[in-house]
């Protein structure tokens, strides 16, 4: 299991843009990954994912559709999730994580054990 580390957050005006970093401490080629968001009080909950690849295929919640993409770069060891025309509803605490299994990724993210401490996102109207 690799360990990763999330960055890259930080405070927006409606209609901005940020880009969130997942660094992982070693080789993520062999691993689906994704991106999730926690609201005060809430569940985590899904956001996007990629499959193994650069490249790969995604997946996105309808919530962020359009707007969110997710990329990665297997030879950095990063997983990327650029952020465009932000909304206030958008606020949360942002994690990323790994899986040898896209499906875990997606449907069983809440089932994975290590999380990183996430960056938080605060977009103001």
């Known amino acids: 299991q690799v360990q990763l580390v999330e960055s890259g957050g930080g405070s927006v005006q409606t209609g901005g843009s940020l880009t969130l970093s997942c660094v992982a401490s070693g080789a993520i080629d062999a691993y689906a990954a994704g991106w999730f968001r926690q609201f005060p009080g809430k569940e985590r909950e899904f956001v996007a994912s990629?499959?193994?690849?650069?490249?790969?295929?995604?997946y996105y919640a309808d919530s962020v559709k359009g707007r969110f993409t997710v990329s990665r770069f297997n030879s950095k060891n990063t997983v990327y999730l650029q952020m465009n025309n932000l909304k206030p509803e958008d606020t949360a605490v942002y994690y990323c994580?790994?899986?040898?299994?896209?499906?875990?990724?997606?449907?069983?993210?809440?089932?994975?054990?290590?999380w990183g401490l996430g960056t938080q996102v605060t977009v103001s109207s």
């Open positions: 990629i499959s193994r690849y650069s490249g790969g295929s995604t």
């Open positions: 994580n790994a899986d040898t299994k896209l499906h875990n990724i997606i449907e069983e993210f809440r089932n994975l054990r290590y």
